[in-house]
């Protein structure tokens, strides 16, 4: 049965899916019929519970990695595990990343550091580990591969009190967009998804802080901060953005490359 869905047999990594997005598109893409490999952080009882979830509710092959995204050789060691265990890589997803809120006067230089190499820098050790696999299986007539970077609506637009992770999701913009153009002929495709506001444990908890930073009630940062920009005045929700990857990864997908392409209810729209 899982011969007719349409990513059985392909194997897919997407870092940052122990939790909120990443882990409802880890479901999205097993559902699809694909072997995952997960990675992230969190609570090792919690995680082997999600993985065993999902490879019973879809009868795929799921895998954990617990690479740290600020650490290069634990990057390049997570995509080789993955290309031991399941024999390829078909689909890249680098979305780990975290948030920190602060006016730029006050903002530690380690939550930078710590922000350019989540958001950003490891994007860029997973693609260069990846591109040498996906371009082998793009020469032996398989598909070659599908990157796609979750980027923010912020790697269009800024806004106050998140210079490392407006800096860092514009950076991921031109890694995508540079990526494209380089892999154009192999088969590969490198695109990013720019959402907006999406109600994740990354969004709850900036909530505090930007009611904080701005002097102003957590209600209110709701209604007049996060979503004023948000046209549509309500959160992105995951299946809008599972919609999204399942299409960029499909054999109709072929053709877009180096996109940004906002889930973001209009914000980027003004
Ligand atoms: P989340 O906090 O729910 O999940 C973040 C994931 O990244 C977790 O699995 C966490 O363990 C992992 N992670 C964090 N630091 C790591 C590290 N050093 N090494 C390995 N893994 C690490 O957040 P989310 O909202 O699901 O965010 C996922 C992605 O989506 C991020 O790149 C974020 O910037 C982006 N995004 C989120 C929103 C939103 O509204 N939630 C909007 C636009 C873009």
Known sequence: MSQQKPLAGRVALITGSTSGIGLALAEALAGAGAHLMLNGLGDADQIEAARARLQNEYGVQVRFHGANMMQPAEIADLVAQTHKAFGRLDILVPNAGIQHVSPIEDFAPEKWD?????????????????????????????????????????????????????????????????????????????????????????????????????????????????????????????????????????????????????????????
């Open 114 to 270: 710590a922000i350019l190499a989540i958001n950003l820098s490891s994007a860029f050790h997973l693609i260069r580990a990846a591109i040498p696999l996906m371009k082998t299986q793009g020469m032996e007539g398989q598909i070659g591969g599908r990157i796609v970077n979750m980027a923010s609506a912020h790697a269009l637009v800024a806004s106050p009190f998140k210079s490392a992770y407006v800096a860092a999701k514009h950076g991921l913009a031109g890694l995508t967009k540079t990526v494209a153009l380089e892999v154009a002929q192999d088969g590969i495709t490198c695109n990013a998804i720019c959402p907006g506001y999406v109600k994740t444990p990354l969004v709850e908890a900036q909530i505090g802080p930007t009611a904080k930073a701005r002097g102003i009630s957590e209600e209110a940062v709701v209604r007049d901060v996060l979503l004023a920009a948000q046209p549509t005045k309500a959160f992105v929700h995951y299946e809008h953005l599972a919609g999204l990857l399942l299409y960029l990864v499909s054999d109709a997908g072929e053709s877009v490359n180096g996109a940004m392409l906002p889930i973001d209810g209009g914000w980027t729209a003004q």
